[in-house]
């Protein structure tokens, strides 16, 4: 209970609570800004974080993870606009609310099912990281190894493009890590004559150029979307007949959130799909959904927040983020030399639980914000686009030359932004691309450990049990898939259902 108490005690600073305050605000501008999402806000922020300290930095960027994450139901709701990806769904039945005049009552569900599906989130993963940073006491760098070989096989299943295609910008991902001095050899590789590649390429400009810059570029195409603001009186906490007919849907949902948001690559987009359906599938009046059913709101924001704790239980525990804005978080701690896994449990317990604090917080100051807040923040989402990107790419420029004082970082986030407006453009998600280049370095560190004490007998680590389970994961979640697809063909009685 000792570090419990004493992460609490570190967020005691006056001045470290303002600096939440002021997150949560920033966080839910940009949860609200139709093209702007948590991951976005998180890699744009992640310079400015460098010269903080780790408690603090870290705070910040789980506090706009959570915030974002909540504030996209505003516009999704009166604007029929989702904020994040992970309030698609709450579009379907917000909306159709807003338009009979009822646009307070949607926010108020939409705030009070954010806030429990938080809170419950964090619970878990107060409980749940520790537990499981435990487990990884057993594993040596075989285990590690093969657990990162697991996360890579993941990005097949994240963000919007086909699995082969998530692959491929998986596989980019692993191959911009590769660049730089190997670890083991100190040999310089693709460094092309740069001395300051001879360290690899870093995380922060790559991630404010293929979240930053390109979704910038993405934007441009759009300059004359124009959008209609509902008008409401108020927003109104859900009644008690809302209550009676939602409460199991909460809970439910926030279970599915959790569950989601720890697997790796999953996150609150995928979180708030199944909670939508699950949300329908258990409904008594199923044939309400998509015009203006409390229940799907409460079960896509539930799940959707819900799934910010529940993704970072691999990260901090295992260094395999669960989602894409944990990837930026997992970056954020590398950058300020913490290690996740077993041992930041142990040698650094005060930072951990401060940071589980710091997401606790901020999910309850969500009912304050938005029962008072979201009809002004709503009116955000109508500041001229010619003055906003500006300002975003502005701030990418500096933030990608404030890390290093290098035009090289500036040219890189540029690179990177150009490359991922392409990949957009084509179908391909920038997001696996992106926790490629995370797990790239540490899949290359954890071989040549593997190899080094397995006296490069590599076959013997399938030999151990916790690294061939790994791997037995790995090849499911490749060819699961393509061999159910197969079975279900040859077999008409598993197609039919019958």
């Known amino acids: 209970m000792e570090p419990l108490f004493a992460g609490l005690y570190a967020l005691m600073d006056p001045s470290l609570l303002v600096l939440l305050f002021a997150a949560t605000l920033g966080g839910v501008i940009i949860g609200a800004l139709p093209g702007l999402n948590a991951t976005t806000g998180a890699a744009l922020l992640l310079p400015f974080t460098i010269t903080m300290d780790p408690i603090p930095a870290i705070a910040i960027l789980t506090t706009i993870y959570c915030a974002a994450t909540f504030a996209g139901a505003i516009t999704a709701i009166l604007i029929n606009t989702p904020g994040t990806s992970a309030s698609a769904t709450t579009c379907l039945d917000g909306y159709p609310l807003a338009q009979r005049g009822e646009a307070g009552r949607a926010l108020g569900m939409a705030t009070v099912s954010s806030t429990i599906g938080g809170i419950i989130s964090v619970v878990c993963l107060m409980m749940a990281a520790p537990l499981m940073a435990r487990m990884a006491y057993n594993f ?14 993941m990005l097949a ?46 995380f922060v400009p790559v991630m404010i150029g293929i979240f930053g810059i390109s979704e910038l570029l993405v934007q441009a195409e759009r300059l004359q979307a124009k959008r209609k603001l509902i008008e409401m009186k108020a927003i109104k906490l859900p009644s008690r007949e809302d209550y009676r007919k939602v409460w199991r849907t909460i809970l439910r949902s926030s279970g599915i959130g959790t569950f989601i948001g720890i697997l790796p690559a999953e996150g609150a987009t995928v979180a708030s799909m199944i909670g939508y359906n699950e949300a329908r599938r258990w409904s008594k009046t199923p044939e309400e959904f998509g015009k203006g059913a409390i229940e799907g709101i409460a079960g896509s924001e539930a799940a959707n927040n819900s799934a910010t704790g529940g993704a970072m239980v691999p990260t901090l525990a295992l260094g395999i983020p669960g989602s894409p804005t944990a990837a930026v978080i997992l970056a954020g701690l590398m950058v300020h030399g913490l290690q996740p896994g077993p041992t930041m449990f142990t040698e650094q317990a005060e930072f951990a ?5 710091a997401m606790l917080l901020v999910n309850v100051t969500f009912i304050f914000v938005g029962l008072f807040g979201a009809k002004l923040f709503a009116r955000v989402t109508f500041v001229p686009v010619q003055i906003l990107w500006p300002v975003v790419f502005t701030f990418s420029i500096v933030g990608a030359y404030a890390l290093d004082q290098s035009m090289l970082d500036v040219y890189i986030a540029l690179a990177s932004g150009v490359v991922g407006y392409f990949m957009r453009g084509f179908g391909y998600s920038v997001v696996p691309l992106a926790i490629g280049l995370i797990l790239g370095g540490m899949l290359e560190k954890r071989l040549g450990q593997s190899l080094i004490m397995l006296d490069d007998q590599w076959w013997l680590m399938f030999t151990r049990p916790l690294t061939l389970f790994f791997f037995v994961l790995t090849v499911l979640a490749l060819f699961g898939p393509f061999f159910w697809r197969l079975f279900k063909q040859r077999d008409p009685m598993v197609s039919t259902g019958e």
């Open 140 to 153: 040596a760098p075989p285990e590690y190894f093969a657990l990162t070989v697991f996360g890579i096989s």
């Open 353 to 357: 639980y401060a940071i589980f604090w």
């Open 157 to 202: 299943t994240i963000g919007d493009g086909t699995p082969l295609k998530n692959i491929i910008a998986g596989a980019l991902g692993v191959f911009l890590a590769t660049v730089g001095k190997d670890l083991l050899t100190t040999v310089e590789r693709f460094t092309f004559g740069f001395n300051e590649l001879s360290e690899g390429i870093g």
